[in-house]
């Protein structure tokens, strides 16, 4: 091992990463992927020019969502080269996340040996706290915005010494990599302040003057700085928010004060997951975590963890600049998805740990050598097999873990077995419980999981909507109001309720609700598939035809509102028009599948 050189040991992080993460080929779309890919126009239909100007979740309510241009472009592509199926984006998922596997390894090997290099690297390589982002295809978010940060990291080290031409040369390139990044996950808007550290590290490590190795930036930062600006002035414009974030289960409500205190108590949380990762979740809402909102033990925990690692990392700035550096990276990276400076939308998901376990991995390099230079003989090939046993117990782990995604089904039916006291658990409880004729049982885990997260709009919906299903119209027309309170700018309750009281043969209630949806959401195709719907169950087929032809010239049309148009026309004996209805249908996407877990 004292011969290694960088280049087999690249290789070997590179070809670790295929391997563990290979079975995750066989996996389909799950969970958010047929939403954001199979049932996404702008995806199907090649919409290069809208993944640029709509947000990356679709028919993402005004003010929230997400802007992910480059993910939705690479979803286009990756649809039409790959015919829709899911092996290929699984495919260029496995290899990206090698791809930054091996950027990583690079990155350690500018603070740490080729075998420090290797032993971190491989952590990163086959973690599997990484299955969410590796496994799941939108989780391909976390492996660009990643990749974009540690190749600008990289490039910027490297070219510091870089003078004429060369010099521009490394601005341009991490000013690009900053753009794709930012357009690819919001979490590389911490570039910035990596590169502050990079900085700060080169001085730690030459013994140089900080303020000079930043001085010799400046221009860069005003660059990025422009950037970002600009960035964010784009993302305002597409959601209509700057964030564009809705409060995570659990912290809506919260004072300031409150979520601070709940997001110290995810630290150890972070510890957790980076060290033992034996109990993994799909979802880390109530009630798998619930906001510690109290001076409790989770929050002095946390607190300790937080103040260890800033202590550590200027303590170490000098004599261990691998360990320092990763300590400073984590915080650095963490910090958009921690809840300490904004509201985010999560208290905790694995996939947002791609970027900040890159300063795991720094630490473990910088442990290696001080390992070596205190251990000897037995000692240190003891130390040696521990960390063989670690990463092939990660490795493990990880092979297990990747078929959890396999659909959403799996997904979801995991977390119901190893979490039952999730939100997501009780609806799946529930609705075993439903197909088995217990109702009382069934209504029981529904109002289980509203009580843990009253706040949630998608839960609040399933919930009315299982009501109605199983009879219990007040309990059901309670809880629609209650979702349209809480999102009235979006048509999803209102199409949800309006179907209902259809349903129940209530036309004209569910006319009054589209009207409403309306006139608060804006003029959704499925509203008026409802007016259309409404005017039918009267016997008035002109205002229905009306209704339906308004819904399917809308850019938002589905082949079911021009099906239906025809239907309608043939009903009135209108052939002609029918016909050119059945003629047009195909060229139109098929509706959308509902969602089936909120």
Known sequence: MNALTPAPAAWLVGLAALVVYANSLGNGFAFDDPWVIEQNPVVTEGRFSDALTRPYWPDAAPGTGNFRPWITSSFALEWHLFDGSPVGFHAVSVVGHAVVSVLVFFLLLCFAGPLASLVGGLVFAVHPVHTEAVA??????????????????????????????????????????????????????????????????????????????????GLAYLLLASILISYLLVRMDVLGALTGESAAGGLAGLS?????????????????????????????????????????????????????????????????????????????????VSNLVVRADILLAERTLYLPSVGFSLVVAGLVPEVRARLEGRALRWAGALAVGV????????????????????????????????????????????????????????????????????????????????????????????????????????????????????????????????????????????????????????????????????????????????ELLEALERPEEAAEARRRAPEFRAAPAPEAIP
């Open 136 to 217: 799941n295809v939108v989780g391909r978010a976390e492996i660009y915005a990643g990749g974009a940060v540690v190749a600008a990291a990289l490039l910027w080290w490297h070219g510091s010494a870089w003078t004429g031409w060369r010099r521009g040369l490394r601005v341009f390139g991490v000013a690009a990599l900053y753009v794709f990044g930012l357009g690819s996950k919001e979490m590389a808007v911490t570039l910035p302040g990596v590169l502050v550290l990079l900085d700060l590290a080169r001085a730690g490590h030459r013994g140089t003057d900080p303020f000079g190795e930043l001085r010799r930036g």
């Open 256 to 336: 300031t004060g409150e979520r601070l205190l709940a997001a110290l108590a995810i630290w150890p949380e972070y510890l957790r997951l980076l060290v033992l990762p034996l109990d993994l979740a799909m979802d880390y809402q109530p009630g798998v975590l619930m906001p510690s909102t109290d001076l409790g033990l989770p929050v002095v925990l946390g607190a300790a963890i937080l103040v260890a690692c800033v202590a550590l990392a200027f303590e170490l700035r000098s004599r261990a600049v691998a360990v320092a550096f990763g300590l400073a990276w984590f915080l650095v990276t963490i910090l958009p």
């Open 391 to 566: 990463i092939l117990f990660y490795s493990g782990r990880t092979v297990v873990r990747n078929p959890t995604w396999e659909s959403t089904a799996t997904a979801v039916n995991n977390l119901a077995l190893q979490h039952p006291e999730s939100y997501r658990g009780l609806v799946v409880w529930a609705r075993i419980q439903e197909s088995r004729g217990d109702l009382e049982a069934a209504a029981g885990s529904m109002e289980e999981a509203l009580n843990l997260v009253p706040d949630n709009y998608q839960l609040t919906v399933t919930a009315a909507d299982f009501f109605a299903r199983t009879g219990a119209t007040d309990r059901a027309l309670e809880l629609y109001r209650r979702a349209t309170a809480l999102t009235g700018n979006h048509y999803g309750a209102y199409r949800q309720w309006g179907e209902h009281l259809l349903r129940v043969r209530e036309p004209e209630a569910a006319r009054r609700v589209a009207l409403d949806g309306w006139a608060r959401a804006g003029p959704h195709r499925s509203l008026f598939a409802i007016l259309s719907e409404s005017y039918v169950a009267e016997g008035d087929l002109e205002a229905a035809v009306r209704a339906r032809r308004t819904a399917a010239l809308r850019a938002d049309a589905t082949r079911n509102d021009w099906t239906r148009l025809a």
